[in-house]
């Protein structure tokens, strides 16, 4: 039988090769994964700087009124029919991003809406551009689906776990005991080139562990939702989406402009910021209203949301996080949490700066098996060698 000693060599060795054959395997793909991850993290500032044109140099005394703002988008998009979805931003010198979802021209994508930018001041239009087609859309697909639309979401969440496992099989392999833990978390001074690259591929992986531990899960649940949220839903039942109607009458035959609806929704939540506008899609749809309430993790895709009637200018339903259940919660806060956003600036400089990491990772790990190979190649030569070496008269007479 193997002594305790053996069978801990062994378990080792099996996590080491491992962790060795994910990071050569993965290791690009992480690393491309990581870099698009970090540049999204500020996905709209850097939209915004490779397209001046976006940004309001000199903001007027007060914005068109939203009904203009659509109205606007209809002149400019007569054929589009059905309902947009306004961005209003809290800056002033932004611009008012309008998507319409499954244009025709890119309906055998999954997600490729048309996207206007609108000046709000004005009502002019900025941008006329389709998801996809636009630097930041093409490395949000990238990063989130391989540009693979279904397919790469699959194959996204394999490389998620999978990164888990390579993430987890290092921390189990760098794990010390606990009076060498100080030096373990530092770099040894005037160490050898070897040993510098093995500390910063230890220390690198060591430090942002959380960090990417958290980012690979919530990657994984936001690749597949429709696997991961049925099983929050065993802990404690998820809220169904709510999908009222309007009822045309003949005492309300008009439809109510968009500044009544926002009136109507800001009424439930008045010290709530406005984030979203949803116009109907059609006779029978209905005004969705997205406010943001103080303490929501997401600043940009916030969960509190008011229905109202096209015609009546009725309530029709209300989503409001505080109310929600446990595990509707923890779905929340995926998306926030994975950009960071979810903790301010601070958060995103740390998704911004693990997501660097992860080519660290891979070119020290690199240079790490390369630098062992070639050290075992050396030993064996040199083994060889000293095998061929033809025997001494001294060692013949022995």
């Known amino acids: 039988m193997k002594s305790t000693a053996g069978k801990k060599q062994a378990r080792r060795q099996f996590w080491l090769a491992v962790h060795l054959y994910l990071g050569l395997s993965l290791g690009l793909v992480i690393s491309l994964v990581g870099l698009t991850g970090s540049l999204l993290v500020f996905y709209i500032d850097l939209d915004e700087w490779l397209n001046p044109q976006l940004i309001i140099s000199e903001p007027g005394p007060q914005r068109q009124s939203y009904e203009n703002i659509f109205q606007a988008l209809r002149r400019a998009e007569p054929a589009r029919q059905r309902g947009w979805r306004l961005e209003i931003p809290d800056d002033p010198r932004r611009a008012i991003t309008a998507r319409y979802y499954q244009p025709q021209e890119t309906e055998h994508h999954g997600f490729a809406p048309l996207m206007l930018s609108v000046d709000p001041y004005t009502g002019s239009v900025l941008a006329n551009r389709f998801w996809g087609e636009f630097a930041m859309t093409w490395l949000y697909d990238l990063h989130y689906k391989l540009l693979l639309d279904e397919t790469g979401k699959i194959l996204m969440a394999i490389?998620?776990?999978?990164?888990?496992?390579?993430?987890?099989?290092?921390?189990?392999?760098w794990w010390p005991p606990l009076h060498k833990l100080k030096s373990a978390l530092s770099l040894k001074r005037h160490a050898s080139r070897e040993r510098l690259n093995y500390d910063l591929h230890k220390?690198?992986?060591?430090?942002?562990?959380?960090?990417?531990?958290?980012?690979?899960?919530?990657?994984?649940?936001?690749e597949i939702p429709q696997y991961v949220n049925p099983l929050?839903?065993?802990?404690?039942?998820?809220?169904?989406?709510?999908?009222?109607?309007?009822?045309?009458?003949?005492n309300n035959p008009a439809r109510i402009s968009l500044d009544q609806a926002v009136a109507v929704g800001?009424?439930?939540?008045?010290?709530?910021?406005?984030?979203?506008?949803?116009?109907?899609?059609?006779?029978?749809?209905?005004y969705r209203i997205n406010l943001r309430q103080a303490g929501e993790p997401s600043l940009r895709f916030p969960k509190t949301n008011v229905w109202v009637d096209q015609y009546s200018g009725q309530v029709l339903a209300i989503s409001n996080p505080d109310e929600l259940g446990g595990s509707d919660t923890v779905i929340n806060w995926l998306h926030p949490l994975h950009t960071g956003e979810a903790f301010g600036l601070t958060g995103q400089l740390l998704v911004l700066f693990s997501g660097l990491v992860c080519p660290i990772l891979f070119i020290t790990g690199l240079i790490r098996w390369l630098q062992k190979r070639r050290g075992r190649r050396t030993t064996k030569r040199q083994s060889l060698s000293a095998k061929n070496q033809p025997l001494s008269p001294q060692m013949l007479n022995r």
């Open 203 to 222: 220390l690198a992986g060591v430090y942002s562990f959380i960090v990417l531990l958290l980012l690979a899960l919530t990657g994984i649940a936001l």
């Open 266 to 286: 800001q009424a439930r939540f008045p010290q709530a910021r406005l984030c979203w506008i949803e116009t109907p899609h059609d006779t029978n749809g209905s």
């Open 159 to 173: 490389v998620g776990g999978l990164l888990l496992m390579s993430l987890v099989s290092g921390i189990y392999l």
């Open 232 to 250: 929050f839903g065993y802990f404690s039942p998820l809220q169904a989406s709510p999908a009222p109607k309007s009822a045309i009458t003949q």
